[in-house]
C-alpha cells in the first residue's frame, strides 16, 4: 500500500496525482491524503482543484493506514514508545525538481513531496494530457472567460505571460532574482524577433501589480511596443481558468512555477516556443543547479540578466568573446602544445586564448605562433622576461572576454572545464566558481575524472556566498586536494567575472602571488558557485618537500606577507571571525614549515624567522583556545610549541619513530 499526499496549488497537485498515477501503472495500490497537508496550513490553505478542473476522481486513504504508515497510533502504550524511542514513521519525500526512479519502486510507504519532474509521468504522457483535459463548456462558466478565449484565437500568434507576485515576494530568498524584468524583457523580444504580430496575455495572481509592471514594460521595450492584455477576473478558486486560457495560447513565458509549467506543457503545440527560467529556485545549500529535472528538452532557458547561456556557449567568440584564457607561456616548449589543444578542444567555443610568450629562448613562442596559425581564437603576446605575475597582468590587459580564466602552460585542462565553469556562473549568477585539481607526475597515467556533460556535473556544486566561500579556502589552505570540500589558492583552478576582478591585478617579482588575488575576488563577489570535479590537470615534478634556500625565501619574503595581508583584508571587509580563522590558519602554517624546515641548514635563517614570528604573535593564545579558529589537535599543537618548542620536537620525534616503526 502507497499513500500519497496531495498539497500545495492545483500545478503541486497535477504533479502529484500524475506520480500516482504512474505508481499505479507500476502495479501499486496507491490512495491520496488530501487533509493532512491542508490542515497543518490552517485557514488560507489552497484549495482542492482537480475535480472542478478537470473531474478527476481519486481512492482516498483510509485513516488506519495514515495511523500506520505515520505512527499515529493514539494507544498510550504507542505514545509512550513514541515518546520514548521517535517516531516509526514509513515517509519517503522526494527530493524536489530531481527524478528518482528508485521512488517508482517503494511499496508500503507514505510518499510526501512535489514530484515535479516530468520524467515520472514521461511513459503515461498521454494519459495524463487526457485526464487534465478540461471538460466541455468551461468557457461557459465566466462571460469573461469566453470573452479572453476569443481574442486568443483571434490573435495572429498568442503567447501567455505568467507574474507571480505574492509569496514570492514574500519569499525572495527562495524565488528572488529568477524571474526578472531583464528575463522577461528577453523573452518578448524573442518571441517578437520570430513573430512581430504577437499578442502577449498575461496571467497573475496579483492584477494591480501585473498591470503596473505592464505599463513599466512598455516603457522598457520602447519602440518594440508589444501588445497586453492582462487576464483578471479569476479568483483562487477558479484559477483552473487562468490555467485553460494559457493552454489555449501558442507560446508560453512561464515563471518558476508549476502553475504556468502546466499550461506550457498542456498548451504546446507542434511550433510553440517554451521559454523558462534557467534556475528555478534558490536553496539553502546552495544545491539550486541540481534542480534541472523540471524542464522540458524543448524549453529555451533564460537566466536572470535575460541571457541564453546555451546559445552563449556556441556562439562564435568574434571580437567579444565569453571567456578569455590566459596562458603564461616561458621555456615550456615540451608542454605547451598539449597545454594550448586542451583549450582548442573545449567544449566551450565562445572563448579567446591569450598565449602571453615571457621572453622565452627554446622555441616557446615560435609553437604558439604556429598554433595561432591554425586557430583564431589564440592571440600570442611576446613580451620581455617580467616572470609570472608580469606575465598574466599582460594577459588581464589584453583579455576581452566577460569571464577570465587562467591555465598555466605547463598544465592542461579537461575539455569540458571552461563550459562547466561558464555555464555555472551564467545559470547561478555567481561571480566566481572554483573547481579542483588533479596532481599528476610527468609520464603517469592521467588521472581519473567523473563522466557526464558539463551540465551534468553542475548538479553536484553548491552556490556559496563569497563569505562562505572565503570560509572554505581558509580550512582549505593547509589541506590537499583529496578533502571532500577544497578550494585551492591558485587562480588557474577558477574562473571570474570581470567585474569581480577589475582593478585586481598580480604582485610583480613576488611568487604565492594567487593568494592576494584569490582574497581580493572573494570580497568582490557576492557568490562563488564550487563545482567539485577535477577538471584541472596540475603537472608537478615530484613528491613531498626538498627543503633550500630558495624555498625558505620564498616563504618568508612572498608568501607569509600575503598570508598577513588576507588577514589584513578580511577585517575591512568586516568579517572579524574570518579574520581570526586566517590568523590562527597562519600560525598552524607558521608551525608546519618551522617543522619541516627543521632537517635543512640552508633553510636555518628563514626558519628562525618564521619561529620568532610564531613565537611573538600576540593573538596566538588567545585563538588556541578558541574553539571556531581551527581543529582541537591544531590549537593543542600550536599551543605547545609556543609553551615549549624543545618539547613539541622531542614529541614529534617520538611520533615520527612510532610512525616508522609501525
Not at 514509513?90 to 530531481?98: G, I, L, Q, Y
Request: glycine residues 8%; hydrophobic residues 40%; charged residues 30%.
Amino acid at each position: 500500500m502507497i499513500v500519497l499526499q496531495l498539497s500545495g496549488g492545483l500545478g503541486n497537485q497535477m504533479f502529484q496525482i500524475a506520480m500516482a498515477w504512474r505508481l499505479e501503472q507500476e502495479g501499486k495500490s496507491v490512495t491520496i491524503d488530501d487533509t493532512t497537508a491542508y490542515r497543518q496550513m490552517g485557514e488560507g490553505a489552497r484549495n482542492l482543484q482537480l475535480f472542478s478542473a478537470f473531474g478527476i476522481t481519486y481512492p482516498k486513504a483510509e485513516r488506519a493506514d495514515l495511523v500506520r504508515l505515520r505512527d499515529e497510533s493514539p494507544k498510550l502504550s504507542d505514545k509512550i514508545r513514541r515518546k520514548l524511542f521517535g517516531r516509526n514513521l514509513k515517509e519517503v519525500r522526494d527530493e524536489d525538481f530531481v527524478f528518482d526512479k528508485r521512488l517508482l519502486a517503494l511499496d508500503e510507504v507514505y510518499l510526501t513531496g512535489t514530484f515535479q519532474c516530468p520524467a515520472y509521468f514521461a511513459p503515461i504522457a498521454p494519459i495524463v494530457r487526457e485526464r487534465f483535459s478540461f471538460p466541455e463548456g468551461i468557457e461557459e462558466q465566466a462571460e469573461a472567460v469566453r470573452a479572453y478565449a476569443n481574442q486568443i484565437r483571434e490573435a495572429e500568434r498568442s503567447c501567455s505571460i505568467h507574474l507571480r507576485f505574492g509569496d514570492y515576494l514574500t519569499k525572495a530568498a527562495v524565488y528572488g532574482g529568477i524571474c526578472t524584468d531583464a528575463y522577461y524583457d528577453a523573452a518578448i523580444r524573442r518571441i517578437l524577433s520570430v513573430h512581430p504580430d504577437t499578442v502577449f496575455f498575461v496571467f497573475s495572481n496579483d492584477a494591480d501589480r501585473a498591470d503596473a509592471w505592464i505599463q513599466e514594460e512598455r516603457k522598457r521595450l520602447g519602440e518594440i511596443s508589444p501588445r497586453f492584455v492582462l487576464i483578471t477576473g479569476n479568483d483562487e478558486d477558479h484559477g483552473y481558468l487562468d490555467l485553460y486560457l494559457m493552454t489555449l495560447t501558442k507560446d508560453h513565458v512561464i515563471a518558476n512555477s508549476s502553475f504556468s509549467w502546466w499550461g506550457a506543457y498542456l498548451g504546446k503545440k507542434q511550433d510553440s516556443i517554451l521559454i523558462a527560467p534557467a534556475l528555478w529556485i534558490h536553496e539553502k545549500d546552495g544545491t539550486e543547479l541540481r534542480r534541472t529535472d523540471v524542464y522540458l528538452p524543448e524549453m529555451i532557458r533564460l537566466t536572470g540578466d535575460g541571457e541564453d547561456a546555451e546559445e552563449l556557449i556556441r556562439r562564435d567568440p568574434g571580437d567579444q568573446p565569453l571567456v578569455s584564457v590566459i596562458v603564461a607561456c616561458y621555456n615550456i616548449r615540451p608542454y605547451v602544445t598539449k597545454a594550448i589543444r586542451s583549450l582548442t578542444g573545449q567544449t566551450l567555443q565562445n572563448l579567446e586564448i591569450l598565449a602571453v610568450d615571457d621572453g622565452s629562448t627554446d622555441g616557446t613562442g615560435d609553437l604558439l605562433d604556429a598554433m595561432a596559425e591554425e586557430d583564431t581564437r589564440i592571440r600570442v603576446l611576446h613580451k620581455k622576461n617580467g616572470g609570472l605575475s608580469d606575465c598574466r597582468n599582460a594577459g588581464l590587459h589584453a583579455a576581452r572576454g566577460r569571464y577570465i580564466g587562467y591555465l598555466d602552460g605547463d598544465d592542461w585542462a579537461d575539455p569540458r572545464m571552461f563550459e562547466t565553469l561558464v555555464r555555472g556562473c551564467l545559470i547561478s549568477g555567481a561571480g566566481m566558481a572554483a573547481l579542483r585539481y588533479l596532481p599528476e607526475k610527468e609520464g603517469d597515467p592521467a588521472g581519473t575524472v567523473p563522466e557526464g556533460s558539463a551540465e551534468a556535473l553542475l548538479r553536484d556544486s553548491t552556490a556559496l556566498s563569497g563569505r562562505d566561500a572565503a570560509a572554505l579556502w581558509i580550512d582549505s589552505s593547509l589541506k590537499g586536494p583529496e578533502e571532500e570540500r577544497f578550494i585551492a589558492n591558485s587562480v588557474w583552478s577558477k574562473l571570474f567575472r570581470r567585474d569581480v576582478c577589475a582593478g585586481i591585478t598580480f604582485a610583480r617579482g613576488k611568487n604565492s602571488e594567487d593568494i592576494l588575488y584569490t582574497a581580493k575576488t572573494l570580497i568582490q563577489s557576492s557568490h562563488l558557485l564550487y563545482i567539485p570535479a577535477p577538471l584541472y590537470h596540475y603537472l608537478i615534478s615530484r613528491t613531498g618537500s626538498i627543503m633550500n634556500e630558495k624555498t625558505g625565501q620564498r616563504r618568508v619574503s612572498d608568501e607569509i606577507p600575503f598570508w598577513q595581508e588576507q588577514i589584513r583584508l578580511f577585517q575591512e571587509a568586516g568579517w572579524s571571525d574570518l579574520a581570526d580563522r586566517a590568523q590562527f590558519s597562519l600560525e598552524r602554517r607558521l608551525l608546519y614549515y618551522i617543522t619541516d624546515m627543521q632537517e635543512s641548514r640552508e633553510a636555518a635563517p628563514y626558519r628562525k624567522e618564521l619561529e620568532e614570528l610564531l613565537l611573538k604573535d600576540k593573538e596566538a593564545a588567545r585563538l588556541c583556545r578558541d574553539r571556531s579558529a581551527g581543529s582541537r589537535g591544531d590549537r593543542m599543537r600550536v599551543a605547545l610549541y609556543r609553551r615549549s618548542p624543545k618539547l613539541y620536537f622531542a614529541l614529534d620525534r617520538m611520533r615520527k619513530g612510532e610512525r616508522a616503526g609501525s
